[in-house]
């Protein structure tokens, strides 16, 4: 498996490429995922943002969410934001560099006037700035994603959040086949897909790989990789954060074997990389991150992220 430039999910089994990521020492990695990056997109770091556009009251049950009703957290709630607020926020994320703009939404999908808001909201950002608009509004129809099109949506947020097996363990309010349909909905209708999950949840290295395997047969361009942040009031409170080398193993995964996908380090980056190792998640084959707060917990500034990338001799 020394060939990783060949490497594929077709030719190695799950054992085999568990004990490739996990035994091969780090530093021999990070040289073929520094490699693998550097050929796909050169030495440029992506930044994206979002904005908690309508917080709480999901009536879902996702063990690592403090969104959910059902658990006792210390959030802010409230409802959708208006347009011009929105607008507001991505004016200031395309003044500092940030070229994707996220606008997400809590809970299981988003009613047909949140739907019209969230599309008036779109169209205006798209007709004031040169930025590309990204939605998380949970299970949508064809037509609601038609409608998100239209109004200029370039992309679609839908995580897998673990592999099949594993879903059944943090979440029993929706199913893991109903995640993929709207996936496999918004790709039908041409719409781009972000979609990964979130790691660290006590899910193994199995589970890790079958939902690599997932997203290499969807063909996802752009996977964003979360580490949990444990919350205070969530059934996941416990968990202990995985420690960097994990987290960076995991990376590494992604990268190896989705070489021609955006690897994208989302939430918990803060919490997993301590300050100094933040540079790590690029030689791991990071090619994007995002930057700023996350939903309910708090991220690294834009500049603090611009300062680290562009010392580290990369490009914005």
């Known amino acids: 498996m020394r060939d990783y430039k060949k490497l594929n999910f077709t030719s190695y089994s799950t054992d085999e490429i568990k004990s490739f990521i996990t035994n091969t020492p780090l530093s021999e990695l990070k040289e073929m995922t520094t490699s693998v990056r550097e050929k796909t997109f050169g030495n440029r770091i992506q930044l994206c943002s979002i904005i908690n556009a309508k917080s709480g009251a999901c009536a879902e049950d996702c063990a690592f969410c403090a969104q959910s009703v059902r658990h006792r957290t210390n959030i802010e709630r409230y409802s959708l934001l208006k347009p011009k607020d929105i607008l507001k926020e991505a004016i200031s994320a395309s003044k500092i560099g940030i070229s994707n703009f996220g606008i997400v939404t809590s809970g299981a999908t988003v009613s047909d006037k949140e739907l019209e808001t969230i599309c008036n909201t779109v169209n205006l950002i798209k007709r004031n700035i040169p930025i590309n608009v990204c939605a998380s509004l949970g299970k949508l129809s064809a037509e609601k994603l038609e409608l998100l099109k239209h109004s200029g949506l370039n992309k679609y947020h839908h995580n897998f959040e673990t592999s099949k097996s594993y879903f059944s363990k943090i979440c029993k309010t929706h199913t893991w086949e109903e995640r993929v349909e709207t996936v496999l909905l918004a790709q039908q209708i041409g719409l781009e897909l972000c979609c990964g999950g979130l790691f660290g949840m006590g899910e193994t290295w199995t589970d890790r790989i079958d939902l690599a395997k997932t997203l290499y047969e969807f063909k996802i361009k752009d996977i964003p990789i979360n580490f949990l942040t444990p ?35 989302c939430g918990g980056r803060a919490k997993v990389f301590p300050k100094k190792q933040q540079t790590e998640i690029y030689s791991a084959g990071a090619n994007a991150v995002m930057t700023g707060d996350y939903l309910t917990t708090s991220g690294i500034t834009p500049d603090t992220d611009k300062k680290i990338i562009i010392n580290a001799g990369f490009a914005i």
Do not use: D, N, V, W
């Open 231 to 265: 919350i205070s009031g969530t059934p996941l409170e416990k968990q202990f954060p995985l420690t960097c080398e994990e987290a960076l193993r995991i990376i590494i995964l992604y990268r190896l074997f989705l070489s021609g996908s955006t690897i994208r380090i």
